[in-house]
């Protein structure tokens, strides 16, 4: 045989690298969850109900983790890379939805990412004391940043989940120094635990559509726990290791985020809260004037840059997943023989995260991004229930009562919906990117189609379709 035709099967052996053990796995799913949400979001939600901001999180709090027992159901039952592409494109069998899944994830990925790296590059500037900044300085510095990223993502999952480990252990920091400072704060008698239980909506909207509008604004900083299944293929045991790992992420973060938000409050007026983008900075300020801020500066640093990292990892992982289930191109699905990490992928997505960075307004897309989330969490509580039946399964894997998925469908369809007082222009945004979407999933079919000809002319009519070309 020809060294032509055995090529193709010497790199579809190749698998990624199984190195996520249960505590580098609760590392990535709190540091992927915490990211810079809640340092931005507090306020903002603080400004939609008041003294009450606490509620809303607890209510995102409640629907994240509905939804996360139906993504363990499916992670457990599918150890793959993929996440919720994967789930929908065996629910439905669809390949059109199964591409816009996918595109959805990777956009809310990439924007997150291409976010924080254009955050980073301000707070490495503010950190540095550096007043006197030019756009162009920004975008290199973030352009920079998000080349290092590609580069650790490019040379092992090890070395990328140890930098995370770093980097979530600050951010982590970072909150506890929030939570700490309302603590004592209020053993000495300052701030005012009687704003917790005050609540006020915007002028014409009821207490209901207030508390709904914030929890979908809140579910924002929630996401992050339906990344770590796009890492299975590179999780040891994933059948046994997720499920207990996902919800102890989740609990942890649940309860650091309800102690920030009660700190944030009882120090902060709600109405000051929510002006500027640096809530958490007045709160440590009101609390422990003395606190050197600096500190604080680099600390959010640390927590863009995790955000960043994980964000595109998920990314590259997704896109490797997809191209095995042949819904994108072959060679996204290549992996270094040497490093086993999907080296095709990671420059795709670094490349689109640079055209972001450069040439999107990111600030205008956080909601955006929740919403299509929220639509995939949607479509995956769905497919728990439609595979359950269309393929039971005789080993053993994760099963969530199935009313829990039914209820997960119902709210996540809910906060996505106008219903939930969500801004207009969220819709609009969605619209455009989900007709790029399509657009790119015609050009995705003719691509298919080219490598599928091409295969089958040089004579290799054995290649699994999935696989990756050649």
């Known amino acids: 045989m020809s060294t032509t035709a055995k090529e193709p099967v010497t790199e579809d052996k190749t698998e990624l690298n199984r190195v996520l053990g249960p505590g580098l796995l609760l590392l990535f799913v709190v540091g992927d969850i915490l990211g810079t949400g809640i340092y931005a979001l507090t306020g903002k939600v603080a400004a939609q109900v008041g003294g009450a901001v606490w509620l809303p999180f607890l209510c995102a709090f ?8 139906g993504y363990l159901e499916l992670v457990t039952k599918y150890p793959q890379a993929g996440g919720a592409a994967v789930y929908t494109h065996k629910a439905f069998n669809i390949q059109f939805i199964t591409f816009l899944v996918t595109f959805a994830v990777m956009a809310s990925g990439l924007t997150s990412a291409s976010s924080a790296a254009k955050a980073f590059a301000g707070n490495l500037f503010a950190a540095l004391g550096v007043t006197q900044k030019t756009g ?3 975008l290199l510095v973030a352009l920079g940043f998000m080349t290092l990223i590609a580069l650790i993502n490019l040379r092992g999952v090890g070395e990328s989940v140890k930098l995370n480990v770093v980097l979530t252990l600050i951010e982590l920091t970072g909150l506890l120094i929030v939570i700490g400072v309302g603590l004592f704060a209020l053993t000495k008698g300052l701030g005012n635990p009687a704003m917790l239980t005050d609540f006020h909506a915007p002028e014409g909207s009821s207490a209901f559509g207030a508390v709904t509008a914030a929890t979908a604004l809140a579910f924002f900083a929630m996401v992050g726990f339906e990344d770590s299944v796009n890492m299975a293929e590179e999780t040891k045991d994933p059948v046994r290791v997720f499920p207990r790992t996902m919800l102890i992420g ?18 902060v007026p709600p109405r000051e809260l929510g002006e500027g983008e640096t809530p958490l900075l007045k709160v440590v300020q009101a609390g422990a004037p003395g606190f050197p801020i600096a500190v604080f500066a680099w600390i959010t640093m640390f927590a863009v840059a995790n955000s960043a990292l994980i964000n595109m990892m998920m990314a590259s992982r997704l896109l490797y ?15 270094l023989k040497r490093r086993r990490t999907p ?19 990111l600030s205008a897309l956080g909601g955006t991004t929740s919403l299509l989330l929220l639509c995939v969490f949607t479509l995956v509580n769905v497919a728990v229930v439609i595979l359950r039946f269309k393929e039971p399964t005789k080993r053993d894997h994760f099963k969530t009562p199935l009313v829990l998925p039914i209820l997960g469908a119902i709210l996540c369809a809910y906060l996505a919906s106008p219903l939930s007082g969500r801004a207009t222009k969220d819709y609009w945004v969605a619209g455009i990117l989900m007709a790029v979407g399509v657009g790119l999933s015609i050009l995705t079919l003719l691509l298919n189609r080219f490598y599928f000809h091409r295969t089958h002319q040089i004579g290799s009519s054995k290649t699994d379709p999935r696989q990756p070309y050649v």
């Open 62 to 69: 409640l629907v994240a983790v509905l939804t996360a027992f």
């Open 136 to 138: 162009w300085m920004v």
């Open 250 to 267: 989740l609990g942890i973060t649940g309860v650091i985020y309800v102690l920030v938000a009660i700190s944030a409050v009882t120090l």
């Open 321 to 335: 997943g997809m191209s095995r289930e042949k819904v994108l191109p072959g060679p996204l699905g290549r992996v």
């Open 343 to 361: 080296h095709v992928a990671i420059i795709f997505t670094t490349l689109l995260a640079f055209g972001l960075i450069a040439f999107a307004d």
